[in-house]
């Protein structure tokens, strides 16, 4: 079945510094891949998105380029701020599956000033 | 933007009593919503899918008479929790997906909007 495997946390860094967290999937077909963001008392948010091989995701500075070779979509951003401080989450969706989302374990993400 | 509202947003309950969470879609109409158990430091696992005025489609090891869903209008869906036992305690969040012909076009239609969770704790 669909799987996802992202790096585990927590991950603490300095204000500005560069940010990457590991995500490979395991997936029937051509999934669709996504990064979600969970903020302190909210809920998640879509970050951003990729459906096909090759396509890059980009939202609020951070980037993810889906790798078909090597069934990655790994999540960076050149200079973190405070406010980026969260819980993030790696996920797919599988064509034809009607929404169904399959998450990662999430990684949460301090910075400090 | 698209806003989902969860309540109660923490609730503890003694093992035996039943406990029901609400999903709301404050802006829009949701034809179909999701509901996700999250264990400490594991994967989102999706319990079932509700579609507005049907029955839920469970996923495959989640109880149907243990996870009681009804979806019974465009901005609500409930999850009751029955007879709950500690095992029970967990973090529940739904998410909800905007309809078609709401004046969103295809591109809301695929969007999910989470709530911020539910957290149960069962003594």
Redesign the interface.
């Known amino acids: 079945g669909d799987s996802?495997t992202q790096m585990e946390g927590p991950v603490t860094l300095s204000e500005e510094a560069f940010l990457t967290i590991n995500c490979t999937y395991t997936a029937t077909g051509y999934p669709s891949l996504f990064w979600?963001v969970q903020y302190p008392?909210?809920?998640?948010?879509?970050l951003l998105k990729a459906t096909k091989a090759d396509d890059k995701g980009s939202n609020k500075g951070f980037e993810a380029t889906y790798r078909k070779e090597t069934t990655s979509f790994h999540l960076e951003k050149g200079s973190v701020q405070v406010s980026d401080s969260a819980v993030y989450?790696c996920a797919l969706r599988s064509g034809g599956s009607?929404?169904?989302?399959?998450?990662?374990?999430?990684t949460l993400l301090t910075v400090n000033p | 933007g698209a806003v989902v509202s969860q309540h109660p947003s923490r609730v503890i309950c003694k093992s035996g009593t039943s406990v029901k969470i609400e999903c709301r879609s404050l802006d829009f109409q949701a034809t179909t919503m999701f509901w996700y158990r999250q264990f400490p430091k594991q994967s989102l696992m999706l319990m079932a899918t509700s579609n507005e005025g049907s029955k839920a489609t469970y996923e495959q090891g989640v109880e149907k008479d243990k996870f009681l869903i009804n979806h019974a209008s465009l901005t609500l869906s409930t999850l009751t929790v029955t007879s709950a036992h500690p095992e029970d305690s967990s973090f529940y969040i739904c998410s909800a997906r905007e309809g078609l012909g709401q004046g969103v076009g295809a591109a809301g239609a695929n969007v999910l909007t989470f709530g911020a969770g539910s957290r149960l704790t069962v003594l």
């Open positions: 996802v979600y008392g909210e809920g998640l948010q879509l989450f009607n929404y169904k989302l399959t998450f990662g374990k999430g």
